[in-house]
């Protein structure tokens, strides 16, 4: 492995266990999974409505994501600070590049997570997984 991999490697691993960037897999059944959805919408869903009369800004991006067929809830957090270099950096390396096979403006939506409310996202119910997505 070249030095400087290694070295942003290591620095990127750092930064992620400083800012308490979780990443967890929990075994449940779906009944659990289910009552754990639910709790946690309603509970992204008072943030929705409350930000709407605070000033506060979203400090972290959150996901929440269940496999019926691993039966495993996995929560993702994940300072935003972090989430906007991932998509400045992912902005630059398409400008670099000749573009992406498809037009989406990296950088007009990392400024735009960068001044939404705290809430709720994005909600993806399917038969293979279900996926919440939201700013806190």
């Not at 902005?91 to 939506?109: C, I, L, N, T, Y």
Request: glycine share 6%; net charge negative; with cysteine.
């Amino acid at each position: 492995m070249l030095p400087g991999l290694k070295a942003l490697l290591i620095t990127v691993a750092v930064l992620l266990t400083l800012s308490s960037c979780l990443v967890v897999a929990v075994e449940k059944t779906e009944r659990e999974a289910e009552a754990e959805l639910q709790g946690t919408r309603q509970r992204v869903l008072k943030l929705s409505t409350n930000s709407y009369s605070s000033s506060s800004q979203p400090h972290r991006l959150k996901m929440l994501v269940y496999d019926p067929e691993e039966g495993q809830l996995l929560r993702i957090s994940l300072p935003l600070w972090l989430v906007n270099k991932g998509l400045n950096h992912e902005a630059e390396s398409q400008a670099r590049s000749h573009g992406p096979d498809f037009e989406f403006d990296m950088k007009g939506f990392s400024r735009a997570v960068r001044e939404m409310p705290p809430g709720l996202l994005a909600e993806v119910l399917t038969d293979r997984e279900k996926v919440l997505l939201w700013l806190e």
